[in-house]
């Protein structure tokens, strides 16, 4: 589909599954439709942190302290750029 949103939702449901990659791919999907969704970008860090691909977590990271900086959402980004930074 055509729609941020499933693509989101479809990437949580991987998540819980723990499948990834597949969680990956769908927040991809999500984010080419919706660029400014900062929440599936969170969630594309934490899916690639499980991955260990620390560098594209902390991409995804950074981009939702771009979107919106003064959220709670962006200061968890920061949180887990500063412990990622560390790995």
Same mark, same amino acid.
């Given at each position: ?13 991987y998540?819980?599954?723990? *499948?990834?990659?597949?969680? !990956? ?6 984010? %080419?439709?919706?660029?400014?969704n900062?929440?599936?970008y ?5 899916? *690639?942190?499980? @991955?260990?691909?620390?560098a594209?977590?902390? #991409?995804?990271?950074e981009? !939702?302290?771009?979107?919106d900086?003064? +959220?709670? @959402?962006? %200061? @968890?980004?920061? +949180?887990?750029?500063? #412990? @990622?930074?560390?790995?």
């Amino acid at each position: 589909p055509d729609y941020a949103e499933a693509h989101h939702d479809m990437g949580a449901a991987y998540g819980e599954m723990g *499948r990834y990659a597949e969680a !990956v791919g769908a927040y991809q999907k999500a984010v %080419a439709i919706d660029p400014d969704n900062a929440e599936a970008y969170y969630k594309m860090g934490f899916a *690639r942190d499980e @991955l260990g691909l620390y560098a594209e977590a902390i #991409t995804a990271y950074e981009k !939702v302290v771009a979107i919106d900086p003064k +959220s709670k @959402l962006a %200061a @968890l980004a920061r +949180s887990h750029i500063h #412990t @990622l930074g560390k790995k």
